[in-house]
């Protein structure tokens, strides 16, 4: 076993790759909610300007991107490779989104956990040594993914209350190349950055023969359990290494089954969870039932809100874990179940948590 | 730039990544071709006993990847992770033919070019340290694309001489880490491998605003043409450093195109030129028109006819280069293009062509 590689399914970076860039652009709702004022760009249209919502959506990828760049201070040219993806299928909000930037791509999917999977390819392939920069974004939007997985909007549809409000909304990040053992090159560069990405734990399908769409919370808690306890095995750490367990968007009855399961494990994480989807919008004021969610929901919250915290070093550590819920419209209709995955992400301050 | 990149878009590994097993099962049609008897399991079902197509190609992923796995000796827990994809949506077929191998799992999205990606990340993160063994693997269906895609198959639609047909297909290869210069460890391993993975190229998407969806080799010819002249440029090199160039599923239009436009760009490919899509049907007598298509078309030529002339030298280094056409029904159906991408990877044969 290579010495980055901890046990199963984690690596630690022996350099850790640098966010050095965070941009989020998302939609009217999530600019009215709690985080609203942390959001680089509110879009009032929500169309964006084009005739369709899945055009709509690309130009969320595309505004990030563009935003991302320039915050990052890089040329186009330097950004090496893009790891995109969104819950359509074909990705076409991430290739449409992409197509102009002209960076090559590697696609990728992982439902609501893609930021979580981009992020830990994009570092992995950073601290390979294959690229000095690479972007990672993920994008949703509520009404190409009601059209989707749903019912027509204009059919006005009765949602239960364990049913998510899909977020309209991309976050993107630049990942460069981090600072070697005591090299004075890039130093600067890790002064500016947001956060250090110092490990990753790939997630597996976990399926749990969970049938009901409009309970997805559900369908990704026994994932979001099984990435926290090979991140906790893998590492021999457990909940107190972190300042902060952050998942997607388990929403409220996600979040009340994944803190039930780690307390039976023996893990009380009440103190430091926090979950995107719970946290984006204000669910009684805003209707939005258990929570957001959308592949957008934690890529956007994280360049909104959790990288700054982690850049002012308020966090220390975090473990940022993107959930899942790979629903398919042909094999729910199949009377297959909905399985889960959840991709995990050590975030930690650049001031130097270790 | 680090020392593994080169130019824009391709990376040569310092310390080659070998494929120490593949394993191809493909339908009854592929079985009847002309690469039929390269094949390791032919399924007389096109069902796979399931009840679903979808299931049915979940079960080609699974059967795939328990040969690749007998295949390489290497018991479950050595393989680190999974670098899967298939055509539909929501990568339904990976996600539940991997559900019971139970490794963690990168879902990946490239239409067709999906062995491509799977295969250069792969290879990075096994070079660059992160894993000692994975699996990359691709699928398709031709009933579970035609639905997904389509009409349906009851419907008898005619088909144009243009039209490709979906391969039911999966090719899976175990991907390990390679021998370092000089030493003595995994030298063993070399000398069973079937290929070295010398160095990725990566695609970025082309979009030629092609808009029939019966002319996919149309779409996608431009996006292989983009990739080759990134990979000559980026290690300034040219057609003839190549035994063979071998795209995934052009068909017989879209070889056409590539050649013509390499010509006007002064590279005649003409010699060295295969499409696994024209070499795994017998188009007159099978009735596939342009040829074969899918991610499991050039994943199952790979891994079936391939990777045993590079193993035994016949062939010293190829770049094989699946092509994918990012098509869409929804985007489609709103009057956008149909989007190509192609990713190359640099096979030679584990003798030591350098």
Chains 1, 2 share one sequence.
């Not at 992982?110 to 999977?117: H, I, K, L, P, V």
């Not at 991309?170 to 950055?193: F, L, Y």
Request: net charge negative; hydrophobic share 40%.
């Amino acid at each position: 076993m290579g010495k980055k590689q901890k046990g199963k399914a984690s690596v630690l970076f022996e350099c850790p790759p640098l966010i050095t860039a965070a941009a989020s652009v998302v939609g009217k709702k999530e600019g009215e909610g709690p985080l609203g004022r942390y959001f680089d760009q509110i879009e009032a249209d929500s169309m964006l300007g084009k005739k369709t919502w899945e055009e709509a959506e690309s130009e969320l990828q595309t505004r990030a991107a563009r935003l991302a760049l320039a915050k990052s201070g890089l040329s186009r040219e330097e950004i090496r490779y893009y790891f995109g993806g969104d819950l359509l299928a074909q990705l076409i909000a991430t290739s449409f989104g992409a197509v102009n930037l002209e960076f090559p791509l590697f696609g990728i999917y992982g439902a609501c956990s893609t930021m979580g999977e981009a992020m830990g390819l994009g570092a992995m392939v950073v601290e390979g040594g294959f690229a000095d920069h690479i972007m990672a974004a993920a994008s949703s939007h509520f009404a190409s993914a009601e059209k989707q997985f749903r019912f027509p909007l204009e059919y006005g549809n009765q949602r239960p209350y364990s049913a998510t409000w899909t977020v309209t909304g991309c976050g993107t990040v630049v990942i460069s190349k981090g600072r070697e053992n005591g090299a004075q090159e890039n130093a600067g560069q890790e002064n500016r950055a947001m956060a250090k990405i110092t490990g990753v734990t790939t997630g597996k399908i976990v399926d749990m023969d969970q049938k009901d769409s409009m309970n997805m919370g559900a369908a990704m808690a026994m994932a979001a359990l099984d990435t926290i306890l090979a991140n906790f095995r893998d590492l021999g750490v457990d909940e107190t290494w972190y300042d902060r367990i952050i998942t997607g968007d388990l929403g409220q009855i996600g979040r009340r089954l994944l803190v039930d399961y780690l307390l039976q494990a023996g893990h009380d994480i009440r103190k430091r969870h926090l979950d995107c989807g719970i946290e984006i919008y204000d669910s009684e004021a805003q209707d939005t039932h258990a929570g957001g969610s959308g592949c957008g929901c934690s890529a956007s919250v994280l360049c909104g809100s959790i990288l700054p915290k982690l850049k002012s070093g308020e966090w220390k550590r975090v473990l940022f874990l993107p959930t899942g819920a790979l629903l398919s419209t042909v094999s729910f209709n199949e009377g297959k179940s909905i399985p889960g995955i959840a991709h995990g992400v050590i975030l930690e301050t650049p001031k130097g948590a270790r």
